[in-house]
């Protein structure tokens, strides 16, 4: 039985929508001739056609607004573990250090 409750929201990036599955849906939209122009653009240079560039922006904006929504609820005793380890002091992780402190594979010649 809950005898308070606390609510949490946290953002949860599900990409099982912009998965490669068996389309069936088709959706149409009207856009400017600059937006079509504009997509058309940064579909050429991520080297995505039109349909998989398109799909991909909305769902991952879909997400994005759908994000707020989702939420965690807690017990009281749930709730302040979470709160009191949100609260405990930073601990030193000089192996993390370390590897953040290194140049990444991308910055690496």
């Not at 308070?4 to 953002?11: E, R, S």
């Not at 088709?26 to 560039?53: C, G, H, Y």
Request: net charge positive; charged share 30%.
């Amino acid at each position: 039985m809950l005898a308070a409750c606390h609510t949490l929201y946290v953002q949860e990036i599900l990409m099982l929508a912009i998965a490669q599955k068996n389309r069936t849906e088709r959706l149409n939209v009207r856009v400017t001739e600059d937006q079509a122009r504009l997509i058309r653009r940064a579909a050429k240079e991520t080297r995505a056609n039109m349909s998989s560039f398109l799909v991909e922006s909305a769902c991952l904006r879909a997400e994005e607004a759908l994000a707020s929504q989702q939420h965690f609820v807690y017990t009281e005793k749930q709730w302040n573990a979470f709160t009191a380890a949100l609260d405990r002091p930073e601990q030193d992780k000089p192996r993390l250090r370390a590897l953040l402190s290194e140049p990444s594979i991308l910055e690496r010649r």
